[in-house]
């Protein structure tokens, strides 16, 4: 059993700076891999940015690549997404999810999931 617990959201203006962090209890952090979705109001979740446990393998949906980075601690238990020039658009919901097995890259199927914290970026 993972319990993950997203930090980090507010209010910035477009083109800010915003860093997220999810924290995982559990002794066996680093053999999951993380991922990041965010859910826009009325919109269906979407899938943002996963990291492979050993932090050696990430993947970014096309609407963050070059923007968002995701990096892990598993010293700290701790999964980072470091989000850059930030847009209106990127006003959501952001979630942390947990996987242990699953099968193709990246994975469409995540286990445990966070409670979300928001982030809205004005204009």
């Known amino acids: 059993q993972v319990q993950l617990v997203e930090s980090g959201g507010g209010l910035v203006q477009a083109g800010g700076s915003l860093r997220l962090s999810c924290a995982a209890s559990?002794?066996?952090?680093?053999?999951?891999?993380m991922g990041w979705f965010r859910q826009a109001p009325g919109k269906e979740r979407e899938f943002a940015a996963v990291i492979t446990g050993s932090g050696g393998s990430t993947y970014y949906v096309d609407s963050v690549k070059g923007r968002f980075t995701i990096s892990r601690d598993n010293a700290k238990n701790t999964v980072y997404l470091q989000m850059n020039s930030l847009k209106p658009e990127d006003t959501a919901v952001y979630y942390c999810?947990?996987?242990?097995?699953?099968?193709?890259?990246?994975?469409?199927?995540?286990?445990?999931w966070g409670q979300g914290t928001q982030v809205t970026v004005s204009s």
């Open positions: 999810a947990a996987v242990h097995q699953y099968w193709g890259w990246p994975p469409k199927q995540f286990d445990y």
């Open positions: 559990g002794r066996t952090f680093s053999s999951y891999t």
